[in-house]
């Protein structure tokens, strides 16, 4: 695609279920990262795809998060027995490798909300 | 550890004025700097992006930014701002030359007609 999409665009859930937020990177990136964006808060790296390799898992919060990429494109993160601390945008990027110069492309975000 | 700090939360010009944003970095060696910007409903945009070489770095969209390693900063300028430069400004720093990327809190600019 043109750009890296995101859906849904907005998520209202109740405290403890389950969420699933997809990600759709730029065809042929082949990495993709995930970040959390809370309230006065900067973006927080949360975890990182490059290809068939392990993912980087160190920037999820709890083991109630987690994510996989199938097929080496779309992703999903999942939250699960969502609290309200986990309300906030999540955003997807993708970039061509993983070199620091290579430019992320970020979608537009999943904005969650946890009542 | 590494952080990003960006002192102004927000931060109000008039259209047509000049734009400093300031950000500051700790970090023990070069680092690889970043500025982006977020629209209202958009993703984030790579501005500008410094890794080596000549400290002041050109932009899109008019954006230029200094490196001064003395001063631990890496401020965004635009000589005149345009109200469709109206969003949110990230600075970030790459780790360890990676894409782990720290980035700071964020400097929501409004431009008066």
């Known amino acids: 695609g043109a750009g890296v999409s995101q859906s849904p665009s907005n998520k209202v859930t109740e405290k403890g279920k389950d969420v699933e937020l997809r990600c759709d990177p730029i065809?042929?990136?082949?990495?993709l990262y995930w970040y959390r964006q809370s309230l006065g808060q900067g973006l927080e790296f949360l975890i990182y795809f490059q290809g068939n390799s392990a993912p980087d898992k160190s920037g999820l919060p709890s083991d109630r998060f987690s994510a996989e990429r199938t097929g080496g494109s779309v992703s999903t993160l999942t939250i699960q027995r969502t609290q309200q601390e986990d309300s906030a945008v999540y955003l997807c990027?993708?970039?061509?490798?993983?070199?620091?110069?290579?430019?992320?492309?970020f979608g537009p975000g999943t904005r969650l909300t946890v009542l | 550890a590494q952080s990003v700090t960006q002192p102004d939360i927000h931060i109000t010009v008039s259209e047509g004025a000049s734009l400093e944003l300031r950000c500051n970095y700790s970090?023990?060696?070069?680092?690889?700097l970043f500025w982006y910007v977020q629209s209202p409903g958009q993703g984030l945009q790579l501005l500008l992006k410094?890794?080596?070489?000549?400290?002041l770095v050109q932009g899109i969209k008019g954006f230029e930014a200094e490196f001064k390693r003395s001063q631990s900063s890496f401020n965004l300028r635009k000589p005149s701002v345009h109200w469709s430069d109206a969003a949110e400004y990230f600075c970030a720093v790459s780790t360890s030359g990676t894409y782990k990327y720290i980035f700071g809190t964020g400097t929501r600019l409004k431009v008066l007609a």
């Open positions: 990027a993708s970039s061509s490798t993983s070199g620091v110069w290579n430019e992320q492309f």
């Open positions: 410094y890794f080596s070489g000549d400290t």
């Open positions: 065809s042929g990136h082949t990495a």
């Open positions: 970090y023990g060696a070069t680092p690889y």
